[in-house]
């Protein structure tokens, strides 16, 4: 029997340039939120707010700290009443020096002149690191591993649900109103027949049976239908194989009430239990749902 997760804390931390902050912000793409560089000396406070909080904000968190506060926060959330996973993130020292030195970046302990060199740096940091580590902590090592590799253990280690952590936003418009800028594919359904000259039909809108039911049982509509989900299949398979982390789909019709909406409506419905799914009908008008004739 698998026990359902309600919170969880990610304490992250690692070898400085192997590659923290890509983790953190992959996992904010998994929908974590993420605390940088937090007082260590209020993670009592903080503790304390995440047991006790209901704000869905504070129940999936990954807290990113540094070499020297790693061993206080172990300490602090040692035996909370959440989960903890520790994830360190580690790379070779060559190829650590190798980084620094291509990017010009500066050591976290040169900057705070702990250390005279960079490869003196890189040892004490590896040393105040491994008298904290065990075999209960998630390593991965970024050496030779590319993006994408690094994102998917990520992913098969804190997913929030077992779903990929590509994400969709179904969006319904009006062309007279404009097009969404942000439209990654944009679907034109002016084609289909319109309930819109039906007046009966014609204040209520893709989000009420009436008109999403006329829409749907038009055969054009049927044969649209299936041609369109076959091809979004075969995309959202690639796109997530890829390492996109959002994709956008625009359905307009219109005026942005009744086609489109019946339509994203559809894929909403079809795709929400496969992918992290939102929808969003950006035309639909109030007035549609207050003043029906």
């Known amino acids: 029997m698998v026990m359902e997760i309600n919170k969880r804390i990610i304490l992250v931390s690692g070898m400085s340039g192997a590659g923290k902050s890509t ?12 605390i940088d560089n937090y007082p260590v000396v209020l993670v009592d406070q903080l503790v304390d707010l995440i047991e006790a909080s209901t704000d869905p904000k504070f129940s999936y968190i990954a807290l990113s700290t540094s070499a020297e506060d790693f061993s206080v926060f172990l300490r602090k959330l040692n035996g909370i009443n959440v989960l903890v996973n520790v994830l360190f993130i580690d790379a070779s020292d060559s190829v650590l020096l190798h980084r620094y030195k291509s990017t010009r970046r500066i050591h976290p302990l040169l900057l705070s002149n702990t250390v005279n060199t960079l490869e003196e740096a890189i040892t004490e940091e590896r ?6 580590l065990d075999n209960t902590v998630i390593t991965i090592d970024t050496s030779f591993t590319s993006e ?7 992913e098969q280690y804190f997913a929030k649900r077992k779903i990929p952590s590509f994400s969709i936003s179904f969006i319904s418009f009006g062309y007279k109103y404009g097009v ?3 439209a990654d594919l944009m679907i034109d359904v002016r084609f289909l027949p319109n ?3 039906d007046e009966k039909l014609r204040y209520f809108s893709g989000n009420d049976a009436e008109v999403y039911n006329y829409v749907m049982d038009k055969p054009a509509t049927k044969e649209f239908i ?9 995309a ?3 796109y997530t194989k890829e390492g996109k982390n959002h994709f956008t789909v625009a359905i307009g019709c219109t005026g942005g009430q009744h086609r489109s909406v019946t339509i994203a409506n559809y894929l909403y419905s079809i795709y929400k239990d496969q992918y992290n799914c939102y ?12 003043d029906k004739a």
Do not use: C
């Open 279 to 290: 929808l969003d009908h950006r035309d639909q008008k109030e007035w549609l749902t207050n």
């Open 195 to 197: 309930p819109f000259w």
């Open 180 to 182: 969404p800028l942000d």
């Open 226 to 234: 299936q041609r369109l989900v076959s091809f979004t299949d075969y």
């Open 127 to 132: 040393t105040m690191f491994t008298q904290n």
């Open 236 to 238: 959202f398979e690639q």
């Open 148 to 154: 994408k590799e690094f994102k998917k253990k990520l």
């Open 23 to 34: 983790a953190t912000r992959v996992l904010e793409d998994m929908g974590y939120h993420i």
